[in-house]
């Protein structure tokens, strides 16, 4: 069983840093396609962001994030990043890591395994 543990949310002003991290434990996340979406309040899950598996090296962006997002992953640590700068007001939400047994998605529903979630509130 795969588990998935966010962090690294917080409050931040506009134009700021965060970075959040997403611990993977059962198995190395090399494994899996790896993604980060995000749910404001009173609107869907939206993809943000992902990486394939097997290290193959590609990466999505959801064209809101593209040029100031950045996902990552650390082997050691078995743990993947989502590097997020020049936050916006509109970047604010909850932040899920999720990881895919299959191919890559940018629906929810291709996704296998869900942390709880880490929120993202960025001040104007």
């Known amino acids: 069983q795969v588990q998935l543990v966010e962090s690294g949310g917080g409050l931040v002003q506009a134009g700021e840093s965060l970075r959040l991290s997403c611990a993977v434990s059962g198995r190395t996340f090399r494994s899996y396609a790896m993604a980060w979406f995000r749910q404001a309040p009173g609107k869907e899950r939206e993809f943000v962001s992902a990486?394939?598996?097997?290290?193959?090296?590609?990466?999505y962006y959801a064209d809101s994030v593209k040029g100031r997002f950045t996902i990552s992953g650390d082997n050691a640590k078995n743990t993947v990043y989502l590097q997020m700068n020049s936050l916006k007001p509109e970047d604010t939400a909850v932040y899920y890591c999720?990881?895919?047994?299959?191919?890559?998605?940018?629906?929810?529903?291709?996704?296998?395994?869900w942390g709880q979630g880490t929120q993202v509130t960025v001040s104007s």
């Open positions: 990486s394939t598996s097997n290290g193959g090296g590609w990466t």
């Open positions: 999720a990881a895919a047994r299959g191919s890559y998605s940018r629906d929810a529903e291709g996704y296998n395994y």
